[in-house]
Nanobody
Framework: QVQLVESGGGLVQAGGSLKLSCAAS????????MGWFRQAPGKERDIVAA????????YYADSVKGRFTISRDNAKNTVDLQMNSLKPEDTAVYYC?????????????????WGQGTQVTVSS
């Protein structure tokens, strides 16, 4: 069992930056692929980025490539999402998720554990 707690959301102007962090409980954090998803009002929850167990491989949604960076620290049981050049369309609730599978997946049904979410609002 893994418990995930996100932090770092808030209100930022377009063009600004935010860093989201996700802290995981348990001793087996390194056995999980970690992902960040987001859900805007009235829309489905979509993947933003994911990172392999070792941190060597990453995946990004096309909409955030070149602007967002996912990273993890297995010693600290944390996964971060650095968000730069934020746009109003990045406004959403952002969720951290853990997948016990070996491969990186982009679909939310692949992920086993979820955090409660943190709100990110980008003003124009």
């Amino acid at each position: 069992q893994v418990q995930l707690v996100e932090s770092g959301g808030g209100l930022v102007q377009a063009g600004g930056s935010l860093k989201l962090s996700c802290a995981a409980s348990g001793r087996t954090f390194s056995r999980y692929v970690m992902g960040w998803f987001r859900q805007a009002p009235g829309k489905e929850r979509d993947i933003v980025a994911a990172i392999s167990r070792s941190g060597i491989s990453t995946y990004y949604a096309d909409s955030v490539k070149g602007r967002f960076t996912i990273s993890r620290d297995n010693a600290k049981n944390t996964v971060d999402l650095q968000m730069n050049s934020l746009k109003p369309e990045d406004t959403a609730v952002y969720y951290c998720a853990a997948d016990s599978d070996l491969a990186i997946h982009s679909t939310e049904t692949s992920y086993d554990y979820w955090g409660q979410g943190t709100q990110v609002t980008v003003s124009s």
